[in-house]
């Protein structure tokens, strides 16, 4: 592993656990082991950092959903879109750190006077609720999804799904008991009326 890519993990471990503001570029030099001078050398400045750390969440985001996409069932949108919602939940176990990260106002206050960073967010929003976009827009194609604007009914879908998330990281309910409603409410949402159960 690269000095630079060793600096990479750690910032986004300690901007995940830790916030942008209690994360320091010594502590992030402390746990690399690397020079702080390195830190600076590499990425210029904490707020360059914090882009760079943004950048790699939307590499491995696009990384993991063409992966997905790539292996996904071939059947119907309405059940690619209830797919997609259990690889985000499965992303979302795995990639915990990375979701974190997102669900922190850090970077939303940062794209209020940065534009670099809004874009990045952007990015990586763009990337997760276009899975769900693409899945209905197949299921208006095959039948099995309502005629609607796709765009707006992605951003639903993806909110209840990362709603979700939200609350199994607040640790205050059992969110993984909730998973099958709601998936159920996804196929509600967006099936034509006449096949709504």
Known sequence: MTKRTAILHAATHAFATRGFNETSTTGLSDMTGVAEGTVFYHFGNKEKLFLAVLDHVRREFEREFAGYLEN???????????????????????????????????????????????????????????????????GQRDGSVAQMPTHRMALLVFNMVDGLVRLRDSGLYEAGAMYPDVLSACRKLAAPVDQVE
């Open 72 to 138: 996904a069932d071939t059947g119907s949108g309405l059940s690619m879109l209830e797919e997609a919602a259990i690889f985000y939940l499965r992303l979302a176990e795995e990639k915990q750190e990375l979701f974190l990260l997102l669900h922190r106002s850090d970077a939303y206050e940062l794209s209020r006077t940065n534009e670099q960073c809004r874009a990045e967010l952007e990015k990586i929003f763009n990337c997760l609720v276009g899975v769900f976009e693409g899945a209905l827009e197949r």
